[in-house]
């Protein structure tokens, strides 16, 4: 029987810490950003380089190694957006009376370029391992990628709960572009997609020798998309998930939120 606490603990640990580390980093001055995002940079210059490694070897040790490294990369995404380095066009509030297309069509311009930005590095990611045993960063990369747009579809259509006090204030005006609501037509089908998603990695696991390089990719990723089943279940309910980073950036995180964060973590 297959263990998938191992991979479940690093994955864990990782999307927690990364998260944490960006929080702290982003809530200190601004004169420190460009030097922050600088060391990100290089970082991630080293993970890309991890990638490429690792992606020759079909070892558990080197799916550990390529999981870890794209959550690096991921966070530089996140780093560069949270500071206001990345993000798009329009950085001013949603007009009143905006709806439908019209409201669509100026989120959409808010962070066009981050997007576009991720949906490069993930093909960046599938070409430089094409054919390799090690397809662990492209995955992982694509699914933080599909976990991301469910979450902010979501909360722009309208979720119950959304937590916005992990928001920089520099980014104060993407709060007018999400609502809240009973819930949207897009929310069931995006629950869904997440548990059967889950599900499929974790019977891909099973069909693997235990400890093999292929069980392990396919646990990682699994683990992964389970914390997006539960970032889902926070969309539905009253609880503050930024509550988890509180310790990591105390001064900006605001204490009586009850609203589920645009910050979806990584």
């Known amino acids: 029987m297959q263990s998938f606490l191992p991979p479940f603990v690093v994955a864990l640990m990782a999307w927690f810490f990364a998260t944490g580390a960006i929080l702290w980093l982003d809530r200190r001055d601004p004169e420190t950003w460009p030097a922050s995002l600088l060391g990100s940079t290089i970082l991630s210059g080293f993970a890309v380089a991890a990638v490429l490694i690792s992606a020759e070897s079909g070892s558990a040790l080197a799916a550990y190694a390529g999981f870890v490294a794209t959550i690096i990369i991921w966070g530089w995404h996140e780093m560069s957006f949270l500071m206001g380095f990345v993000t798009g066009p329009r950085r001013q509030p949603c007009p009143d009376g905006a709806r439908g297309w019209q409201r669509f069509k100026l989120a959409t311009a808010t962070l066009i370029h981050h997007e576009i930005a991720l949906a490069l590095t993930a093909l960046m990611l599938f070409a430089i391992t094409w054919g390799q045993p090690n397809q662990i960063a492209p995955w992982t990369f694509l699914l933080l990628f599909g976990m991301r747009l469910s979450t902010k579809f979501n909360i722009f259509l309208g979720v119950p709960s959304f ?104």
Do not use: C
Not at 190 to 204: E, G, H, K, P
Not at 206 to 230: R, T, W, Y
């Open 163 to 266: 937590s916005d006090d992990m928001l920089p204030d520099h980014l104060a005006y993407l709060r007018s572009y999400f609502r809240t609501s009973r819930g949207n037509p897009l929310l069931p089908f995006s629950a869904l997609a997440s548990v059967l998603v889950t599900a499929i990695l974790a019977a891909f696991a099973l069909e693997h020798p235990a400890g093999s390089g292929a069980a392990v990719q396919f646990q990682l990723l699994f683990a992964l998309s389970l914390l997006g089943v539960i970032e889902h279940a926070f969309l539905l309910l009253p609880i503050r998930d930024s509550a988890l980073w509180t310790w990591m950036a105390p001064k900006r995180l605001a204490p009586a939120v009850n609203l589920k964060g645009h910050h979806d973590g990584l």
